[in-house]
């Protein structure tokens, strides 16, 4: 593991990690979804609410496309959850899928999906599990509530919506210059945002509002895609291998995925690119014509807009988004079928169309929708207070063992030495007056990983605050490691501020006599100053016995990397009864 200039690579379905996934979805979150829903239920029994539930004259009378709008969002909200039981989703949802969406953002937007990567990154397996069960529960609440129950989910799934759409879809895009409907604008979640608005409503206001308000939202929304096709920063008006759909292409068909979805997405890639400014032309007057009809719709009942609107979510959802389910991260279906789905629903036809047949008794309805809902509002609690705790609860591990494997315990004499700190006091290992000692190797003129080691360090003796635990940290550089850069280093780190942390220098040969007794290989590469060395942790007894050995490379920038990793360590302490 390089201490120079590394970068964190970690496999998506780390065993370890899908292990305890595992765990916590299928018998943790699921031990608990069922025993709150057995409460729930039961409570619901003795208050009589099986013989009265979705019997309202409101539910009853629950208008066509208000039906069909709760059938089709919880069915998508329900694959969406599906979608996140996907074993790579702890490790890879917050970098692969999060992250890349703050790019070309304004710094204040970029900074809060930052934020909401480091906060996934920080508990990816508490997380995870609460997100999966949380949009289970709000799709299968959606499908078997037709009363208040399914006003009150709407708006959950709204706020819940909009809430993604800020920090996990970067507001869309609709910030970014190079943002294009055809790949992802305005974001998916956004869709979810409106249908859900649309169930907080009662049926009067719903059958009001619901068809004018969504056919005239699109419209507008289709008639801004169309101008921001005209921008070339999106990259449209190329031809070529620099056209942004072949470029797209390029990057989507790699992915695991069905053969002949791969060949539709590379023929369209290559069609865009051969026609150029020409393909975009083709989608710009699609866009404005699509536009105005739906516009005129609301008035003239027209249906050929709508289904235009869902030929063209059908097209670009394969060629421009390749079905965006593959890939191991997937986490929806991408913005084109929620949007042709929310047009199908308020068009015209179903506005008029009278309420939808039940076709089961009255009190078969009544009582298992109650059942039904009665575990779907355990899993959104259940997950809701899971999500909600989880910022507050100590930083998880996953990262740490996915990056470096397990820990080592050894119970082994730890090699001795006696150097000079960085306030020119000798420093010996043994004896240490009754103190564990916390062990690593750093290269002070380093400006990658070192610094994040220093700060692991430094941060695990402020949280574990015990005068009977000290850090030392050896200076690894055969060439550069004068007294004036190990202080220096440890000035700007913020170590000369922590009394029990000590940077040891000493001779090159000195040094090496360390670095070879604990098996830490140190070398020099050619055109620069850094060494690459091997990143290590020694916990080590008062008696000078190696207890644990951990390996401990965080990689450039991965501040959830060190911030686990400092679990790790104080999770040793606290076995050891450092506290």
């Not at 990816?124 to 529960?137: C, E, F, R, T, Y």
């Not at 004018?212 to 070529?240: D, K």
């Not at 539709?264 to 890639?269: M, S, T």
Request: hydrophobic fraction near 50%; proline fraction near 5%; aromatic fraction near 10%.
């Amino acid at each position: 593991m390089p201490g120079m200039g590394g970068s964190l690579h970690i496999n998506l379905l780390n065993q370890t990690t899908v292990t305890t996934f595992n765990h916590r979805v299928f018998t943790v979150a699921l031990l608990q979804i069922l025993a709150v829903g057995l409460v729930i239920f039961l409570t619901a029994a003795l208050a009589g609410g099986l013989t009265r539930f979705n019997l309202s004259t409101a539910a009853e009378s629950e208008p066509a496309a208000r039906s069909v709008l709760r059938y089709v969002f919880g069915a998508i909200w329900l694959f969406d959850g599906l979608l996140q039981f996907q074993p790579a989703m702890p490790l890879g949802l917050g970098s692969n899928v999060i992250a890349p969406t703050a790019a070309g953002n304004p710094g204040w937007l970029a900074s809060l999906v930052i934020h909401a990567v480091n906060l996934w990154n920080l508990h990816p397996i508490a997380l995870a599990a609460a997100v999966a069960w949380w949009q289970v529960g709000l799709g299968v609440a959606l499908i078997v509530s037709n009363g208040v129950l399914s006003r009150v989910v709407g708006g959950i799934s709204a706020l819940y919506a909009l809430m993604i759409w800020v920090v996990g879809n970067g507001m869309g895009g609709i910030l970014q210059s190079t943002s294009s409907i055809l790949f992802g604008w305005p974001g998916a979640t956004i869709w979810y945002t409106l249908a859900g608005g649309a169930l907080v409503l009662t049926s009067e206001r719903f059958s009001r509002l619901f068809s004018r308000v969504t056919l005239r939202a699109v419209s507008v929304i289709l008639a801004l895609g169309a101008l921001q096709q005209l921008r070339p920063s999106v990259g449209f008006w190329r031809g070529g291998n620099a056209n942004a759909l072949t470029q797209m292409a390029s990057s989507m068909t790699p992915v695991a995925q069905p053969h002949w979805l791969s060949w539709l997405v590379r023929e369209g890639g290559v069609l865009s690119g051969s026609m150029g400014g020409g393909f975009n032309v083709l989608v710009i007057l699609w866009l404005l014509v699509v536009a105005a009809g739906l516009w005129m719709s609301v008035e003239r009942g027209w249906m050929w807009p709508v289904w235009t609107t869902v030929a063209f979510a059908l097209v670009f959802w394969v060629l421009g988004q390749d079905l965006a389910i593959f890939g191991g991260v997937a986490t929806d279906l991408n913005s084109l079928p929620p949007m042709a789905a929310l047009v199908l629903i308020a068009s015209p036809r179903l506005r008029a169309a009278a309420p939808l047949r039940r076709r089961l008794p009255r009190e078969i309805r009544s009582q298992t929708g109650a059942v039904v809902a009665s575990f779907a509002a355990s899993m959104v609690l259940v997950s809701g207070v899971g999500m909600l705790l989880a910022p507050f609860s100590s930083a998880e591990p996953t990262f740490y063992l996915a990056a470096n494997g397990s820990t080592t315990t050894v119970n082994a004499a730890a090699p001795n030495f006696s150097l000079v700190d960085q306030h020119g006091h000798r420093v010996s290992l043994t004896p240490s007056s009754g103190q564990w000692t916390l062990l690593s190797f750093l290269d002070p003129v380093c400006y990658t990983d070192c610094p994040l080691l220093a700060a692991q360090m430094r941060d695990v003796l402020l949280q574990a605050h015990s005068p009977h635990l000290r850090a030392i940290a050896i200076a690894a550089n055969p060439k550069y490691h004068t007294t004036a850069q190990v202080q220096h280093f440890a000035s700007i780190h913020g170590m000369d501020s922590i009394a029990n942390f000590h940077y040891l220098n000493g001779t090159t040969a000195q040094l090496r006599d360390v670095w070879n007794a604990y098996g830490i290989q140190v070398y020099n590469v050619p055109k620069s100053v850094m060494s690459v060395h091997a990143d290590y942790l020694f916990l080590i007894s008062p008696t000078g016995r190696i207890r644990v050995v951990l390996g401990d490379d965080p990689g450039s920038g991965a501040i959830y990397q060190q911030r686990s990793s400092e679990q790790v360590v104080l999770n040793y302490l606290a076995s050891f009864g450092v506290n």
